[in-house]
């Protein structure tokens, strides 16, 4: 009986998908932080099924706006470790599962 109210009560087990960029950890000024945020939404929508092309467009866009240097990872299931220059990195998610890390070194 249980089971039947739960069944019927909806979302049980259901996975959420996020529409917005969820920010995991982001050492930015407020400008280049709001900047690198659309500028990765926009990315993901054009290329979402290109990963190589959305890094390539925000790391081109990124050293335009910002000078030279930023490194840019756009994917699913990878670990990193990292060198880089104070106030220059931003991890976030995209669309549920799909992880974007920032970041300038020069």
């Known amino acids: 009986m249980a089971e039947e109210g739960a069944a019927a009560g909806g979302a049980v ?10 920010i995991r950890h982001c050492d930015m000024s407020e400008e280049m932080r709001i900047e690198a945020m659309e500028l990765s939404v926009t990315a993901c929508e054009k290329f979402s099924q290109n990963n190589e092309m959305a890094a390539r467009m925000v ?46 070194c020069s």
């Open 59 to 104: 790391k081109e866009t990124m050293d335009k706006k910002f000078g030279p240097a930023f490194h840019v990872v756009v994917g699913e299931s990878y670990g990193f470790e990292i060198t880089y220059e104070c106030t220059t990195i931003c991890y976030m998610y995209f669309g549920g599962n799909q992880a974007v890390c920032i970041w300038k």
């Open 13 to 22: 087990g259901e996975k959420v998908i996020h529409t917005y960029p969820l």
